[in-house]
């Protein structure tokens, strides 16, 4: 059972996350992982840059790669809680399909960021039902779900959501190069950050890296490392119990009172409240 206002991840299957809360909420920033997001009751805003979007159950949300938004549940009630899950995949699962399709050419799409909001359709809804359906089985889950999310996958790859991913997978473009630079920012993100070093990793120069980096995530890699150390810790302060000083050391800040300060700007809460806040929810 999952508790109203929370997030439950489930042990037998890490990808799949549900979400339930019975009111709207105020905007938060999230960094989302590359995953597919639908809602089953209720609706949500999406605000990366200057858009704001607002979805339902007739929509799904594909992120392709690590980008920082704002989301709010937009529409819930207690007779109608939002109810929404979350679907976690990595791009190696994606280039493994990749792999085994008919070439295609990765048309770019409008969107220049990480987001991309499609129709929700009955051919990629069946694979999920039946993903759903092996939960109660660790056999299942096991033999059944990999197979299941490899079709989901196969059917995101179709259409313009498949000419959106492709384009951020394509060999020496632009937005291929960000996602190696997320990638070692993602891996190292408790260390200082060489913005030198990073853009002769990626094969960029630092200017080209800023500007293409700013481009699709709307934030410097500087900006994008902060996004990562403060979504960790208030992880490891709400579902971790660690403390505040703690915390702050272990994902890379030298001053906890600095620390404190960006995570009150971040979440408009300082950590500690923030903490007793989830509590009582």
């Known amino acids: 059972?999952?508790?109203?206002?929370?997030?439950?991840?489930?042990?037998?299957?890490?990808?799949?996350?549900?979400?339930?809360?019975?009111?709207?909420?105020?905007?938060?920033?999230?960094?989302y992982e590359p995953s597919l997001c639908i809602i089953l009751q209720g609706e949500k805003e999406v605000g990366i840059g200057n858009n704001l979007i607002r979805y339902d159950a007739n929509q799904f949300l594909l992120a392709s790669m690590h980008t920082p938004a704002k989301v709010r549940i937009a529409n819930a009630s207690k007779e109608q809680p939002y109810i929404g899950f979350t679907l976690n995949f990595s791009i190696e699962q994606i280039f493994d399909v990749i792999k085994e399709m008919e070439p295609r050419e990765a048309v770019s799409q409008s969107s220049d960021n990480g987001l991309y909001f499609g129709k929700l359709e009955n051919h990629l809804l069946e694979p999920i039902v039946r993903l759903f359906n092996t939960l109660e089985s660790p056999e299942q889950i096991k033999v059944l779900a990999p197979l299941y999310m490899k079709e989901i996958l196969y059917y995101l790859l179709q259409g313009e959501s498949g000419c959106f991913i492709r384009q951020y997978l394509k060999e020496g473009h632009s937005a291929q190069k960000v996602l190696e630079a997320i990638s070692l920012i993602k891996n190292r993100f408790s260390q200082n950050l060489n913005i030198k070093?990073?853009?002769?990793?990626?094969g960029l120069s630092e200017s080209s890296l800023y500007a293409s980096f700013k481009k699709i995530t709307t934030m410097s890699p500087l900006q994008f490392q902060k996004t990562l150390r403060l979504q960790e810790a208030r992880n490891m302060i709400q579902f971790q119990s660690f403390s505040v000083t703690e915390t702050a050391y272990k994902v890379g800040y030298e001053s906890p009172s600095q620390f404190s300060r960006e995570y009150s700007r971040m979440y408009g809460l300082s950590p500690k409240a923030d903490a007793m806040k989830m509590a009582q929810a």
């Open 197 to 202: 070093q990073l853009a002769e990793n990626v």
């Open 1 to 31: 059972m999952i508790e109203k206002g929370s997030a439950q991840i489930l042990d037998a299957f890490k990808p799949l996350s549900f979400y339930i809360n019975d009111k709207p909420t105020e905007m938060l920033s999230i960094l």
